[in-house]
């Protein structure tokens, strides 16, 4: 299950700029070239085929926003639920995920793929050859059984959402880190448009 896919671009604008730009001017113009191309996706429920589908979806993504422009910057943001149990209110009531089982929790489950996404090699200069110029992983505990209709019965399997601090949360330092992804735009940024 993916929730909230978006890509965004940033760039300047086309034509000739008039000053101030609204929001909604702003919004209802594209960019002239894109510099900087990130896709937001997420990892909720049937970890071991989504995030299978996350890597070709960067792949795609990184090889369309580098035909855009050979310079863009081309990023990823990867949400991984790590919640023992999910509810999505597309399936039915009574169809609640359990993530983990008896050879590995769900922390586990979920450690799995943030593992399998430091495969991914990331391009250093426009020169290299295609790939993401950087990549964050965001883990998070959300069950959604607080918009279960029958939210009172399972009270006792609902925790507040919270984002992990721990492993298997990338750590300061760490090239799947939101300081490293924000750092390596940044950088990049600044070697290629600066």
């Known amino acids: 299950m993916t929730i909230g896919s978006s890509i965004w671009h940033w760039g300047p604008p086309q034509g000739h700029q008039t000053h101030p730009i609204t929001p909604s001017r702003f919004a209802s113009r594209p960019p002239r070239s894109s510099r900087v191309a990130i896709e937001l ?11 299978r589908n996350r890597l070709r979806d960067f792949s795609a993504f990184h090889n369309y926003a580098h035909s855009y422009g050979p310079k863009t910057i081309a990023g990823a943001f990867l949400l991984i639920n790590a919640a023992e149990y999910f509810y999505s209110p597309l399936r ?3 169809d609640i995920t359990h993530h983990g089982g008896p ?8 450690a799995e793929s943030v593992k399998l ?5 990331l ?30 019965g399972h009270k006792a399997k609902h925790r507040p959402t919270r984002v992990l601090q721990t492993a298997p949360a990338p750590q300061v330092g760490d090239p799947l880190h939101y300081q490293t992804f924000i750092q390596r735009i940044c950088s990049q940024f600044v070697t290629r448009f600066a």
């Open 103 to 110: 050879k590995l929790s769900a922390r586990e489950v979920a």
């Open 123 to 152: 391009r250093n200069s426009a020169q290299d050859p295609p790939g993401l110029e950087a990549i964050a992983v965001l883990v998070i505990e959300h069950d959604n059984l607080h918009v279960h209709p029958e939210r009172q």
């Open 41 to 51: 996706k997420s990892i909720f429920t049937e970890h071991g085929k989504a995030r």
């Open 92 to 94: 039915k009531a009574d």
């Open 117 to 121: 996404f430091r495969t991914i090699g």
